[in-house]
């Protein structure tokens, strides 16, 4: 038979573990749990093996800790500009204080996502299509600075705020696409006439140093002319026939080649035999030995030097 304390010692034992088994928590890595006292919160437990009062403490709130994502449903916009766009999005949080996300707001996640569809509203109804379009960057930051601060009394940090797509009507797409052709073709309209420019004026230029060029070359053509024509007036003036004789057999030979080159003549009448041509030729390099000299240091010849023989005339 059994007496009554080996029945206590057994109840003892199992309800020592009972209370050991309730007053010893063990909180998962990543977690932590807030610990009410009679409803009151009084501390958190984090990660490991803690101990609370059995009976007395209970765990109140288990939050999550880690980064979270939370998927932002597909809502219309009223842009500044009245197009209706459809946006969706996804934000990043993490919980910093326990307590204040358990605690301070009720139903956390409805809470930020809430707040999210009306920051996104709120932000891009205030921007044209074309600048939401192009601003995606600027609106996530944006975004992310005002729900950050206003779900910050809740414990919690906004990590990100993404747009993910931005999806207007059918027919302001076509609308868009048209006005992007338009303006590649303005685009290129301007790059061609700003070629087209460009060349006219490199051609200009170009016409205008050959011009230049062209009027340099006749004004030394005319300075060297001037020159010789200044000579043979210095030659002239000091009694020189030779010079005078040559000057002219040099401007005769030049009117004939212009006879010959011309583009018009077949055939050249001249009124002087071809051995005169010959001889005449033959003259004029004797006068231009004479005028100029053919001596070593280049002096006039003793013909040159003498005074011109004045011929009878045949008929006297």
Same mark, same amino acid.
């Given at each position: 038979?059994?007496?009554?304390?080996?029945?206590?010692?057994?109840?003892?034992?199992?309800?020592?573990?009972?209370?050991?088994?309730?007053?010893?928590?063990?909180?998962?890595?990543?977690?932590?749990?807030?610990?009410?006292?009679?409803?009151?919160?009084?501390?958190?437990?984090?990660?490991?093996?803690?101990?609370?009062?059995?009976?007395?403490?209970?765990?109140?709130?288990?939050?999550?800790?880690?980064?979270?994502?939370?998927?932002?449903?597909?809502?219309?916009?009223?842009?500044?500009?009245?197009?209706?766009?459809?946006?969706?999005?996804?934000?990043?949080?993490?919980?910093?204080?326990?307590?204040?996300?358990?605690?301070?707001?009720?139903?956390?996640?409805?809470?930020?996502?809430?707040?999210?569809?009306?920051?996104?509203?709120?932000?891009?109804?205030?921007?044209?299509?074309?600048?939401?379009?192009?601003?995606?960057?600027?609106?996530?930051?944006?975004?992310?600075?005002?729900?950050?601060?206003?779900?910050?009394?809740? $414990?919690? &940090?906004?990590?990100? #705020?993404?747009?993910?797509?931005?999806?207007?009507? =059918?027919?302001?797409? *076509?609308?868009? !696409? +048209?006005?992007?052709?338009?303006?590649?073709?303005?685009?290129?309209?301007?790059?061609?006439?700003? $070629?087209? &420019?460009?060349?006219? #004026?490199?051609?200009?230029?170009?016409?205008?140093? =050959?011009?230049?060029? *062209?009027?340099? !070359? +006749?004004?030394?053509?005319?300075?060297?002319?001037?020159?010789?024509?200044?000579?043979?007036?210095?030659?002239?003036?000091?009694?020189? #026939?030779?010079?005078?004789?040559?000057?002219?057999?040099?401007?005769?030979? *030049?009117?004939? !080649?212009?006879?010959?080159?011309?583009?018009?003549?077949?055939?050249?009448?001249?009124?002087?035999?071809?051995?005169?041509?010959?001889?005449?030729?033959?003259?004029?390099?004797?006068?231009?030995?004479?005028?100029?000299?053919?001596?070593?240091?280049?002096?006039?010849?003793?013909?040159?030097?003498?005074?011109?023989?004045?011929?009878?005339?045949?008929?006297?």
């Amino acid at each position: 038979m059994f007496s009554g304390f080996d029945i206590v010692i057994p109840v003892l034992v199992v309800l020592v573990l009972v209370v050991l088994f309730a007053g010893i928590k063990t909180v998962p890595q990543g977690y932590n749990y807030t610990v009410e006292r009679f409803g009151r919160y009084t501390k958190t437990l984090t990660p490991g093996l803690n101990i609370i009062i059995p009976f007395i403490d209970r765990i109140g709130a288990k939050m999550n800790m880690m980064e979270q994502v939370l998927e932002v449903p597909t809502q219309e916009v009223i842009t500044k500009d009245n197009a209706i766009v459809s946006v969706d999005g996804v934000s990043f949080y993490q919980v910093l204080n326990a307590p204040q996300a358990a605690y301070q707001v009720s139903g956390l996640q409805n809470a930020i996502l809430n707040l999210t569809m009306t920051n996104i509203r709120s932000v891009m109804g205030s921007m044209d299509l074309d600048e939401l379009l192009s601003n995606r960057d600027a609106i996530n930051e944006r975004l992310l600075r005002i729900v950050d601060e206003a779900a910050h009394p809740w $414990g919690i &940090k906004m990590t990100r #705020v993404e747009i993910k797509d931005i999806n207007p009507p =059918a027919n302001l797409v *076509d609308s868009m !696409a +048209r006005q992007m052709m338009a303006e590649r073709d303005k685009r290129a309209q301007i790059l061609a006439a700003e $070629g087209l &420019k460009a060349a006219q #004026v490199l051609e200009a230029e170009g016409r205008k140093e =050959a011009a230049f060029r *062209d009027a340099e !070359a +006749r004004e030394r053509a005319a300075e060297a002319e001037a020159k010789a024509t200044q000579v043979v007036s210095e030659a002239i003036a000091k009694g020189d #026939v030779q010079a005078v004789n040559y000057f002219v057999a040099q401007k005769y030979t *030049d009117a004939l !080649a212009k006879i010959a080159s011309a583009s018009n003549s077949k055939i050249i009448m001249m009124p002087l035999e071809a051995s005169a041509l010959v001889g005449s030729l033959g003259g004029i390099g004797a006068i231009a030995k004479e005028v100029f000299g053919n001596g070593p240091s280049g002096t006039p010849s003793r013909q040159s030097q003498r005074p011109p023989s004045v011929r009878p005339d045949e008929n006297q």
